[in-house]
């Protein structure tokens, strides 16, 4: 049964095999004609493919047509190659344009971060007590004797800023991802954190301890802490197609949305990746507080510049004033 079977298949399967083998030598083309039958056949043998695997799924045929097929699909169907212009753009136009889509979902997650950050450290900052609380005993023991854990030595800085990279982006993701609950995991990871962070600075600076907490902290957390609030937006921005898609199937409003916060994620990654090369390296340094600040607020423009599409305007103005002056 299985002799007939290849008998009548078997010019096809090696005319098939012999114009893959051309394509996908270095220096091989196809014609156009030879593209259609590469086509043709492809189709022919993808019907071999489900009759020997519905009457002979156990015989080495059914598996040599099965991967006869499968080479002939990766060069049908190969994707391009994505160019330098299209990631220049993405990141240069698409990413900036989509900030400035989701203001609203910037400035909510930002509120969900920074408002609980604020009321617990002005509490601490009042009342010492609350952060008994709040802070771990073994943190806030070292805090009352003028002791930090700022100091990372220099030989460990690199190792550092690979976990410190590879740890924000995990909360980040972690706050998109929360998005998919409705919007339950992201709205508590956001409060957690602006609570968890917060108690640690009001008590840094209710024990005198602020100008190191700024010297440490100022270089690299104006880009962190954005990093952050841009993943809760974009987790937001997921609660809300699935809660209240308005008058289109939720399916279609989640996909538009999963598109746009993942641009929004994707535009963030590499600030999560200067961010932790920064506060391994630069951050712990040792000179004086106002030059940390100076760096982190210059970080914190540039990347405000770019998100606004400043720096965009700016690059897309400059060829064409090179040219008028030109002439």
Not at 230 to 259: D, H, I
């Amino acid at each position: 049964m299985i002799e007939q079977f290849v008998a009548h298949r078997r010019t096809r399967w090696e005319r098939l095999r012999g114009l893959v083998q051309r394509a996908r030598h270095i220096r091989g083309r196809l014609s156009v004609d030879e593209l259609e039958e590469l086509s043709l056949l492809y189709r022919q043998t993808m019907n071999d493919v489900s009759a020997a695997q519905r009457d002979f799924p156990n015989d080495p045929t059914t598996a040599y047509v099965g991967s006869l097929v499968g080479q002939a699909h990766g060069l049908i169907y190969v994707e391009p190659p994505v160019s330098l212009a299209k990631i220049r753009r993405f990141f240069w136009q698409d990413v900036p344009r989509e900030y400035r889509a989701a203001w609203r979902f910037l400035a909510t997650s930002a509120a969900l971060l920074f408002g609980p950050w604020l009321a617990i450290m002005l509490a601490i900052i009042i009342d010492r007590s609350v952060a008994e609380l709040m802070v771990p005993q073994n943190m806030l023991a070292g805090m009352k004797q003028g002791e930090t854990w700022f100091d990372i030595e220099s030989s460990r800085r690199v190792a550092v800023s690979a976990f410190i990279m590879t740890h924000n982006a995990q909360i980040g993701l972690a706050a998109y991802a929360g998005g998919m609950l409705a919007g339950v995991g992201t709205v508590l990871l956001l409060l957690f954190n602006g609570l968890s962070l917060g108690a640690v600075f009001g008590a840094l600076v209710a024990y005198g301890l602020s100008d190191r907490m700024i010297g440490f902290v100022a270089p690299h957390g104006f880009l962190e802490l954005s990093a952050v609030v841009v993943c809760g937006a974009g987790g937001l921005m997921l609660a809300q197609a699935l809660l209240w898609p308005g008058f289109e199937p939720r399916s279609v409003v989640l996909g538009a949305a999963a598109r746009r916060s993942a641009r929004l994620l994707l535009g963030t990654l590499p600030f999560f990746a200067i961010a932790g090369l920064i506060e391994g390296n630069i951050s712990p340094m040792a000179f004086a507080w106002p030059y940390k600040l100076a760096i982190g607020l210059a970080t914190f423009v540039v990347y405000l510049s770019y998100v606004s599409g400043k720096l965009t305007a700016v690059r897309l103005r400059l060829p064409h004033r090179m040219a008028t002056s030109t002439q």
